[in-house]
T-cell receptor
Framework: AQSVTQLGSHVSVSEGALVLLRCNYSSSVPPYLFWYVQYPNQGLQLLLKYTTGATLVKGINGFEAEFKKSETSFHLTKPSAHMSDAAEYFCAVSFNAGNNRKLIWGLGTSLAVNP | DADVTQTPRNRITKTGKRIMLECSQTKGHDRMYWYRQDPGLGLRLIYYSFDVKDINKGEISDGYSVSRQAQAKFSLSLESAIPNQTALYFC??????????????FGPGTRLLVL
């Protein structure tokens, strides 16, 4: 069965430090991969997505993610954390397997940024 | 103006009451979704609709019903609310890219408390 795993439900970093949020998926077919962010008291918004082509994807607010097929991973990174990055981050996957496909969501990672 | 709106934003109700959560979108998308979010459980799909005449159950549809009144409107009803339906509810829409490249756009959420 297809699934998404986000390692670490809570991650804490210092302001200016590297942000690394992990996402692994399981699938027998090529995936489409997404990262969404949820700021406090808001809905989710798309950070970035991988569909085809270049495996390093750049998103909003300085975030990027790299699709590694051999590792079935799509980790989210940012070189230098800002206080405003504190939020909940969700990894999601869909698969090109018919018209009734839906997004499969990870459980989310809460990012705290310490001054 | 927001592309996806939800009303009400907050609601307190009592066990056994029927309530309706409403979602409207101006994005012109055919696909709409209802999710609930609970701490530690991520997003769980309640119902989804690929067009006005196509409504499907998600993974946790028991106790809920929906109505797709028009392309732009998708309502979620709790026929007889119970306390474990206390959660944050999100409506989302999506464009349908080829091969699964759809991106979901979320409303701001409705925070529901069932006493």
């Amino acid at each position: 069965a297809q699934s998404v795993t986000q390692l670490g439900s809570h991650v804490s970093v210092s302001e200016g430090a590297l942000v690394l949020l992990r996402c692994n998926y399981s699938s027998s077919v090529p995936p489409y991969l997404f990262w969404y962010v949820q700021y406090p008291n808001q809905g989710l918004q798309l950070l970035l997505k991988y569909t085809t082509g270049a495996t390093l994807v750049k998103g909003i607010n300085g975030f990027e993610a790299e699709f590694k097929k051999s590792e079935t991973s799509f980790h989210l990174t940012k070189p230098s954390a800002h206080m405003s990055d504190a939020a909940e981050y969700f990894c999601a996957v869909s698969f090109n397997a018919g018209n009734n496909r839906k997004l499969i969501w990870g459980l989310g990672t809460s990012l705290a940024v310490n001054p | 103006d927001a592309d996806v709106t939800q009303t009400p934003r907050n609601r307190i109700t009592k066990t056994g009451k029927r309530i309706m959560l409403e979602c409207s979108q101006t994005k012109g998308h055919d696909r709409m979704y209802w999710y609930r979010q609970d701490p530690g459980l991520g997003l769980r799909l309640i119902y989804y609709s690929f067009d006005v005449k196509d409504i499907n159950k998600g993974e946790i549809s028991d106790g809920y019903s929906v109505s797709r009144q028009a392309q732009a409107k998708f309502s979620l009803s709790l026929e007889s609310a119970i306390p474990n339906q206390t959660a944050l509810y999100f409506c989302a829409t999506s464009d349908y890219g080829t091969g699964g490249q759809e991106t979901q756009y979320f409303g701001p959420g409705t925070r529901l408390l069932v006493l």
